[in-house]
C-alpha cells in the first residue's frame, strides 16, 4: 500500500502540470475523453486534435498498443483501458451502454456517479452488470472481474453471482466468489486513480464543452 500511494503522488504531480482543461459531455455513449500514447480505432491511429473527441460507434473496436484511453460512457462514469488491451462498442445507448472486452484489462470507475451506472461489461460467455456506483476492473488473462467498490451481478454460463467490496470473481466458468486483498501496484489501477483524482478536484475538468454531433448551441455548456 506504501509504494502505491507512492507511485499515485508520483503520477499525479507529474500529471497535474499536463492536464487537459475540457471534457465533454454527451448524449450517447463512447467518447473517448482521454488517451495517451499509441492507441488505435477501427485500424486507424487517433491523432489529437483540440476541442475535438472521436467516438466509438456501435461495432468500433479500441486498441491500445503501448498506450491507454479513458472512454465516457455517462455523466460520471468513465472506462479506463490499458497498455495492450481491446474493447468493442456493443450499445452506446446511455440507458444500457453494453462494452465487450476483446482483450487485456478495462477499470470501470463510476464511484461519483449520481447514481447506478447503466454499464454492462461482456467477455465471452461472460456479462457483468454493474449494480451500484464504484470501481470495478474486468481483466481478460487472467479472466476476472474485481469489485473495489460498488456491487455487480455476474452471469458465467447460466449461473448468476453478486459480487461486493473487495470481491472476486473468475470469468472463465468457475463461478466462485472470493475476497482479495485491497490495493494493487499495478500501473492501470494506479493511473485510473490519477484520472478520478484529476477529474474529481477539477483540474482536469474545468470547462466542459458539447458534443456538436448532438448539441446544436456549441455555447451552451453544461458540467458533467
Known amino acids: 500500500m506504501r509504494l502505491r500511494a507512492t507511485l499515485l503522488l508520483t503520477l499525479l504531480t507529474a500529471a497535474v502540470s499536463h492536464a487537459p482543461a475540457q471534457s465533454v459531455i454527451s448524449a450517447r455513449s463512447g467518447l473517448i475523453n482521454f488517451y495517451e500514447g499509441d492507441v488505435v480505432l477501427d485500424g486507424h491511429r487517433i491523432d489529437r486534435s483540440f476541442g475535438t473527441y472521436t467516438r466509438l460507434k456501435v461495432g468500433s473496436d479500441l486498441v491500445t498498443r503501448s498506450g491507454r484511453a479513458e472512454v465516457l460512457l455517462a455523466p460520471n462514469t468513465y472506462l479506463r483501458i490499458g497498455a495492450d488491451s ?27 456517479a449520481p447514481g447506478s451506472a447503466p454499464v454492462t461489461i461482456l467477455f465471452k460467455d461472460s456479462t457483468v452488470r454493474m449494480l451500484k456506483s464504484g470501481q470495478y476492473r474486468t481483466d481478460a488473462d487472467p479472466p476476472q472481474l474485481r469489485v473495489f467498490k460498488g456491487e455487480a451481478e455476474v452471469a458465467v454460463n447460466g449461473i448468476t453471482s453478486q459480487l461486493g467490496p473487495s470481491q472476486l ?41 458539447t458534443d456538436p454531433l448532438i448539441d446544436p448551441d456549441p455555447g451552451a455548456n453544461n458540467g458533467l
Open 86 to 112: 481491446a474493447i468493442r462498442m456493443i450499445s452506446d445507448n446511455l440507458t444500457d451502454t453494453r462494452v465487450e472486452l476483446l482483450g487485456g484489462s478495462a477499470v470501470l470507475d463510476s464511484a461519483n
Open 169 to 209: 470473481c473468475p470469468l472463465d466458468g468457475a463461478s466462485v466468489v472470493r475476497k482479495f486483498t485491497d490495493g494493487s501496484d499495478n500501473l492501470l489501477d494506479l493511473w485510473s486513480d490519477e484520472r478520478r483524482i484529476l477529474i474529481s478536484s477539477k483540474m482536469a475538468d474545468s470547462q466542459a464543452i
